[in-house]
């Protein structure tokens, strides 16, 4: 057999692989958006905003303002904490969020995902507890594998996480003589279910975590993409509310799904001795986030966009979410289950148990139509029947066509 020079490359860099690189894969969903990209496919498979949101022409004039007055400044480097209007901006955000907090709070990363890069290099080593909702994100299992820690799973309902599942898995620790580096949630339109977690028991998460000293990284990039009912307080206000500034929740958020994901702006509130250390893990990474997309993200935003922008989204997503909950309603079988997200992106399916969703997404490909299995949203395996739709990225008729085509999929399955 002839060993070519590519092969000989790939052994030798392969022999020196560090031994967490066992535990770094491909994100399920980014693969199968390869394939949902081939003509006439439709996907509820990527969390992806809606191209027919993006508010090009805002963004383009932003950047070229930026450009004629700030060229020097916002082409140069810049401070890691982020570009100082920019911050000085999120602080106002913050403060209408809910969460009083100085610039000493905040810091700019490079979406909300390399935040929980950050925390997990901060706090894990081998072994540790990290404790994740049942099901969780996967783009968050994915950034914490690399530390190699071990998933306790805690179980949700409609109202999100059940507290008293938080309090059985703390004692089971304790017993143990072990306790959890930190617990990760999205409180609110959770990805992947879209379930939020109640008001009442968001201030019961908080009193259990100032009882047991356990930190809470809350990632919220939905929250603002609210189509029906009242908003509960973020964790991380909750978390100020009692203490007086950032003690036990770490907060992170983006502009992705608000204005566009392509910036790859999002932020992290934080205590400040937990942003200090968050401050030299990012200047290992990427010294800042791109001072020119800051500089566009602050630009379009003091032009008043976000204000504008948010309500043109809200009514779109809200249009797509009720063709779909219409369209499971009408085409769905016996036995299906799903939730109703009040916001966000996302719904979750669950069907009886004889069905799997990896096996149906191969018979769903070939009717031209993608979801993401439910599996790669447990961090322990499980969830074999369950399937994650998103609702955000097509548009009604689209949406309704797609389930009409997944029922067939389903159909043919029990057949």
Same mark, same amino acid.
Not at 208 to 215: K, S, V
Not at 270 to 299: C, F, N, W
Not at 366 to 385: D, I, L, Q, S
């Given at each position: ?13 392969? +022999? ?11 994100? !399920? ?16 498979? #990527? ?11 805002? *963004? ?5 303002? $930026? ?23 999120? $602080?106002?955000?913050?403060?209408? @969020? ?44 994915? !950034? ?30 304790? +017993? ?8 990760? %949630? ?29 930190? *809470? ?12 009912? !009242? ?8 978390? *100020? ?20 994901? #392509? ?9 400040? $001795? ?14 800042? &986030?791109?001072?020119?997309?800051? !500089? ?15 309500? @043109?989204?809200?009514? $779109? ?18 036995? +299906? @289950?799903? %939730?109703?997200?009040? #916001? ?31 599996? +790669? ?5 499980? #969830? &074999? ?13 689209? *949406? ?16």
């Amino acid at each position: 057999m002839t060993i070519t020079a590519s092969d000989s490359a790939g052994q030798l860099w392969e +022999a020196h692989w560090a031994s967490a690189v066992g535990n770094i894969s491909s994100s !399920a969903i980014r693969e199968l958006l390869k394939v949902t990209e081939e003509p006439g496919v439709i996907s509820f498979a #990527g969390g992806l905003p809606s191209p027919d949101c993006f508010p090009a022409e805002e *963004i383009a004039l932003a950047a070229e303002r $930026v450009l004629a007055n700030e060229a020097g400044r916002v082409l140069q480097y810049g401070p890691t904490e982020g570009f100082p209007p920019l911050r000085a901006f999120l $602080v106002e955000l913050m403060r209408a @969020r809910g969460l009083s907090i100085g610039p000493e709070h905040l810091l700019v990363t490079n979406g909300s995902q390399q935040g929980l890069d950050m925390i997990a290099k901060l706090l894990v080593d081998p072994g540790d507890v990290v404790l994740v909702e049942e099901p969780t994100y996967v783009g968050a299992l994915q !950034a914490f594998r690399p530390y190699r820690p071990r998933f306790v799973t805690l179980p949700m309902d409609d109202d999100g996480l059940q507290i008293e599942g938080v309090e059985r898995a703390l004692a089971d620790l304790a +017993a143990a003589g072990q306790a959890p580096k930190f617990l990760y %949630t999205v409180a609110s339109f959770q990805n992947p279910t879209g379930v939020t977690l109640s008001a009442e028991r968001r201030r019961a998460l908080i009193a259990l975590a100032a009882r047991h000293g356990l930190p *809470i990284v809350e990632d919220d990039p939905y929250g603002e993409l609210r189509y029906s009912g !009242a908003a509960p307080p973020l964790l991380a206000a909750l978390d *100020i509310e009692r203490h007086g500034a950032p003690r036990h929740v770490l907060y992170l958020s983006t502009f992705s799904k608000l204005l566009v994901p #392509g910036l790859r702006v999002g932020w992290a509130v934080a205590p400040e $001795v937990l942003l200090r250390r968050m401050v030299q893990v990012k200047q290992g990474l990427d010294l800042h &986030t791109s001072s020119l997309a800051q !500089a566009i993200a602050y630009e379009a935003c003091r032009d008043g966009l976000l204000a504008r922008q948010i309500p @043109r989204i809200r009514a $779109v997503y809200q249009q797509r979410r009720d063709a779909m909950l219409g369209a499971l309603e009408q085409y769905l079988p016996a036995g +299906a @289950r799903w %939730t109703k997200p009040d #916001g966000g992106m996302f719904l979750w399916i669950t069907l009886p148990a004889s069905y799997n969703t990896t096996d149906l997404l191969a018979r769903a490909l070939e009717r031209k139509v993608a979801f993401v299995p439910g599996g +790669a949203f447990h961090a322990n395996g499980g #969830g &074999t029947n369950t399937m994650r739709l998103n609702f955000s990225f097509s548009p009604p008729d689209t *949406i309704v066509e797609g389930v009409r085509r997944l029922s067939e999929v389903f159909k043919a399955a029990l057949g």
